[in-house]
């Protein structure tokens, strides 16, 4: 990705050699004007949502879209809510057609194909989980919420994330998943 914050821009160029120690192929985001975070993507199991945000702007998402055209992968642009930092801020993916969303972001129509659980008023931080496997990582301190999730069938684990979301970190911002070949 090219990181649309300034003082991340070096990010791609620290990350691509090792990426290349694992993968055969890789491609990076390098268009002139071109940004996108990967905080503003969120990958289905049908397509790929991308959030239009101060940090991910139509170039990026043009760009990413030609990148991944020629696996199949279908790319649909979508807007951040005004105020929030990322796309993903506001939701995560709990299966492949369950996604975990504040009610603003819900609202927009976004995800009229899918499953929807809105996380629960006043508990909107909650709505950036990770799914690993079979179990869903949230932050702890949004019981609601987690009811909300266990009702609906999920496995989930609590974590403390009060330290981090004070500098907007988000349980996706602190995870690196990836499956090395």
């Given at each position: 990705?090219?990181?649309?914050?300034?003082?991340?821009?070096?990010?791609?160029?620290?990350?691509?050699?090792?990426?290349?120690?694992?993968?055969?192929?890789?491609?990076?985001?390098?268009g002139?004007?071109?940004?996108?975070?990967?905080?503003?993507?969120l990958?289905?199991?049908?397509?790929?949502?991308?959030?239009?945000?101060?940090?991910?702007?139509?170039?990026?998402?043009a760009?990413?879209?030609?990148?991944?055209?020629?696996?199949?992968?279908?790319?649909?642009?979508?807007?951040?809510?005004?105020?929030?930092?990322?796309?993903k801020?506001?939701?995560?993916?709990?299966?492949?057609?369950?996604?975990?969303?504040?009610?603003?972001?819900?609202?927009?129509?976004?995800f009229?194909?899918?499953?929807?659980?809105?996380?629960?008023?006043?508990?909107?931080?909650?709505?950036?989980?990770?799914?690993?496997?079979?179990?869903?990582?949230?932050?702890?301190?949004?019981?609601?919420?987690?009811?909300?999730?266990?009702?609906?069938?999920?496995?989930?684990?609590?974590?403390?994330?009060?330290?981090?979301?004070?500098?907007?970190?988000?349980?996706?911002?602190?995870?690196?998943?990836?499956?090395?070949?």
């Amino acid at each position: 990705m090219r990181p649309g914050a300034p003082s991340r821009l070096g990010e791609a160029a620290e990350m691509a050699p090792h990426l290349r120690a694992l993968y055969g192929d890789v491609r990076q985001i390098e268009g002139e004007g071109s940004f996108i975070e990967g905080g503003d993507i969120l990958v289905t199991g049908r397509e790929i949502l991308v959030g239009r945000s101060a940090r991910t702007n139509a170039a990026g998402i043009a760009e990413l879209s030609r990148v991944v055209a020629p696996w199949g992968h279908q790319l649909r642009e979508v807007q951040t809510p005004p105020g929030v930092l990322h796309f993903k801020t506001d939701c995560s993916l709990l299966d492949g057609g369950t996604v975990l969303s504040t009610a603003r972001l819900a609202a927009s129509g976004c995800f009229a194909d899918y499953r929807v659980i809105l996380t629960a008023p006043g508990e909107e931080a909650a709505a950036n989980s990770v799914r690993f496997n079979d179990l869903v990582l949230m932050p702890a301190g949004f019981p609601a919420t987690r009811d909300r999730l266990a009702a609906a069938g999920f496995t989930i684990r609590e974590i403390g994330n009060s330290e981090c979301a004070k500098l907007d970190g988000g349980m996706s911002c602190l995870s690196l998943r990836f499956t090395p070949l």
